[in-house]
């Protein structure tokens, strides 16, 4: 058994972004204590960079959607193949233009609710009654 009983959303995306948002904040720190505008600015520029890669690898399908995702997705390297269409209520899509259709569902994403409100199942599992 796992010592997760959860989806924590360790993604590619987040791991990337996270490295290099980190990078940033030690430039900016090494900004503070030389007091150096120039390596200040550079620090907040690496900041900038880390949310924009971050963007751009959840958009390419190396993030993960708002909410949980299906057990078998729990893997921080599974990569989401829905992410083209965009995911529901996720910022980052729609500022890239995804996923502003009214109608989608989480049944179009390849996840389904299970009735009670648990966990999400595969779609497979949940049409064949597993």
């Known amino acids: ?71 078998e997705q729990w893997g921080w390297r599974v990569r989401d193949l829905a992410a083209r269409e965009g995911h529901p209520g996720c910022v980052g899509c729609r500022l890239a233009g995804r996923g502003r259709g009214a109608g989608r569902t989480a049944e179009s994403y390849g996840a389904v609710v299970a009735a009670g409100g648990g966990e999400p199942q595969p779609a497979a599992a949940a049409e064949s009654g597993r």
Do not use: N
Not at 40 to 46: K, N, Q, S, T
């Open 1 to 71: 058994m796992s010592a997760h009983q959860y989806d924590e959303g360790h993604t590619v995306a987040g791991w990337t972004g996270f490295g290099v948002a980190s990078a940033g904040a030690v430039v900016l720190g090494l900004g503070v204590c030389t007091a150096s505008v120039i390596t200040l600015a550079g620090g907040l520029g690496i900041v900038v960079v880390s949310v924009l890669v971050t963007w751009a690898l959840h958009l390419a399908g190396w993030g993960k959607p708002p909410g949980r995702r299906p057990r």
